[in-house]
């Protein structure tokens, strides 16, 4: 499975960008689906997800209220809608796939990553 990101760009605090995910490969709707973001000097840290069988989602608690995940099935395309943004959420973006149903918040459960896409949020 081949992921391609795209939809980052600059944007101003409390402003909204939604980011996508087009995926490869056959099966698509069974696996779970993640964003994780990489800061300047930071570790790679979890976003949040999406199961590949309800559809369930969880956030990491930064985004919590203000990022929304979802799927499209029928496109083999996974979002990531984020408003309220801060400048704090500057970071390269990944998308991820888990071969599981639910790969859960470590990066470490995710076998295929899309290249990143650049979201700065600044004046």
């Known amino acids: 499975v081949q992921l391609q990101a795209s939809g980052g760009g600059l944007v101003q605090p409390g402003g909204s960008l939604r980011l996508s995910c087009a995926a490869s490969?056959?099966?698509?709707?069974?696996?779970?689906l993640a964003w994780f973001r990489q800061g300047p000097g930071k570790e790679r840290e979890f976003v949040a997800a999406?199961?590949?069988?309800?559809?369930?989602?969880y956030y990491a608690d930064s985004v919590k209220g203000r990022f929304t995940i979802s799927r499209d099935n029928a496109r083999n395309t996974l979002y990531l809608q984020m408003n309220s943004l801060k400048p704090e959420d500057t970071s390269v973006y990944y998308c991820?796939?888990?071969?599981?149903?639910?790969?859960?918040?470590?990066?470490?459960?995710?076998?295929?990553w899309g290249q990143g896409t650049q979201v700065t949020v600044s004046w």
């Open positions: 991820a796939l888990s071969r599981q149903r639910f790969g859960g918040t470590s990066s470490a459960d995710y076998t295929s």
């Open positions: 490969g056959r099966f698509f709707r069974y696996y779970g």
């Open positions: 999406v199961s590949g069988d309800d559809g369930s989602t």
